[in-house]
């Protein structure tokens, strides 16, 4: 079955550094890559998502990189600041099961000010 | 507009009362998941309905657990003879046709005694 493994668990940088999570997924059928950015309390929401015939997308401060080959990809955000501070998910889906998204266990990002 | 809708937002229940769990999709949006959240933990697909076709059970966890879609909008997650163990919230997320980009609700806290 699909199985996304994600690290860190836990990440802590100072405002203005970058910082970078990655994550591996099983199922060489998958196409679609998001990444989720769920606040304390608040709903999971969509930052940015690749599709696998793209090996790199960045939308201003951030960006997200996918080796295919290596069954990896990773979230990278430039010029941190505070209110990046949360728990970033990476998901993977299209494959096998279609609509489905599996996710993995959660990067919880602290950006000191 | 309107994003997706989920009732309630907590839910307090002794342990072997039944549960009803309502989400609102955004509109136009054909495809309806559920995933469940556990505290600190990573998102756990349940179901997945697509239009008219049959949903993907796959992620349901017992058979106390069901799921209903009625005309095509309004989804129920339905759990019977709740257990401790289903303590978590449940998340609901809605995408257009033929596309992958999920968008979540709320969520509905649920807390069994």
């Known amino acids: 079955g699909e199985n996304v493994e994600q690290h860190p668990s836990t990440l802590s940088v100072q405002e203005g550094d970058s910082a970078v999570i990655k994550c591996t997924y099983s199922d060489s059928a998958s196409n679609y890559f998001p990444w989720y950015k769920q606040e304390l309390g608040k709903r999971p929401q969509l930052i940015i998502d690749i599709r696998s015939n793209v090996g790199e997308k960045k939308d201003q401060r951030i960006a997200v990189t996918l080796n295919k080959t290596a069954k990896h990809f990773s979230l990278h955000i430039t010029e941190t600041q505070p209110e990046d501070s949360a728990v970033y998910f990476c998901a993977e889906g299209g494959g096998t099961s279609y609509g489905k998204l599996t996710f993995g266990q959660g990067t919880i990002l602290t950006v000191h000010p | 507009g309107a994003g997706v809708s989920q009732s309630p937002s907590n839910k307090v229940t002794e342990k072997g009362k039944d549960v009803e769990l309502r989400c609102d999709p955004i509109?136009?949006?054909?495809?309806l998941y559920w995933y469940r959240q556990s505290l600190g933990q990573g998102l756990e697909f349940l179901i997945y309905?697509?239009?008219?076709?049959?949903?993907?059970k796959s992620g349901l966890p017992s058979d106390r657990f069901s799921a209903e879609r009625t005309g095509g909008s309004v989804s129920t997650l339905t759990i019977q003879r709740t257990q401790q163990e289903d303590s978590a919230v449940y998340l609901c997320?809605?995408?257009?046709?033929?596309?992958?980009?999920?968008?979540f609700g709320p969520g509905t806290r649920l807390t069994v005694t």
């Open positions: 309905f697509q239009g008219n076709s049959a949903p993907d």
């Open positions: 997320a809605s995408s257009l046709p033929s596309r992958y980009e999920q968008y």
């Open positions: 509109s136009g949006h054909t495809a």
